[in-house]
């Protein structure tokens, strides 16, 4: 009975291994369409055979970094070329010559502004010696020498002639040069209310020498 039992073991063995080998020989001449994947080997399954679907658990959701102070900002610092710069004030401006405040009542004058006066039609004095005065003087002038005694008299005249205004002008005129007498002329009549009193700067030798009309004679 146990032999039996053997026999039949041994031959349902024989013909697993038979089928093994013929099932072996056949895949391996099979095509490579239709061979089939070895359990554990990486080789692809043929087209059309069922795959499985290999699924990874899900892990750990994760985790936000965590949240940090914020940092604190540095002092705002303008820029150095955003600072506007001083201006720099402009240099001052030159002093102007000081302007008259009033009217001066006696002051000096050029060759040639007595020369406009004289075609203008004003009046001119000579302040000279009565003897300077024989041997040349300005056209037209009257005679009035400050040193000399009928001083007062030649200009009662010559106001009489004339009839100046206290505001009219009068030119004065002597030597020019250092000569004062002019001056001293203009004082004078200043005193007596003549306001307009110019005076010849540059004198007789200066209108001569510009060849301006010049007579001579007592007056």
Known sequence: MMHTRRSTTLRVLALAGMAGAAA???????????RLAWAGSGAPLPSGAPQTETRVPPGPPPQPPPLQPPKEAPPHRPALHSVPRAATPPPPAPPKAQE?????PIREISGQEAWAAFQSGVSFLDARRSSEFAEGHIAGAWCAPIWESDVDDRLISFKAARRPGSEDPIVI?????DCRDSHLLASKLLNEGYFNLLIYRD???DWAAQGHPVE????
Do not use: D, V
């Open 173 to 177: 005129y002597c030597s020019g040069g």
């Open 203 to 205: 004198g007789f030798p």
């Open 24 to 34: 072996l020989l056949s895949n391996i001449l099979a095509s490579p369409a239709r």
């Open 100 to 104: 008259a405040t009033a009217f001066s």
């Open 216 to 219: 001579k004679g007592q007056p």
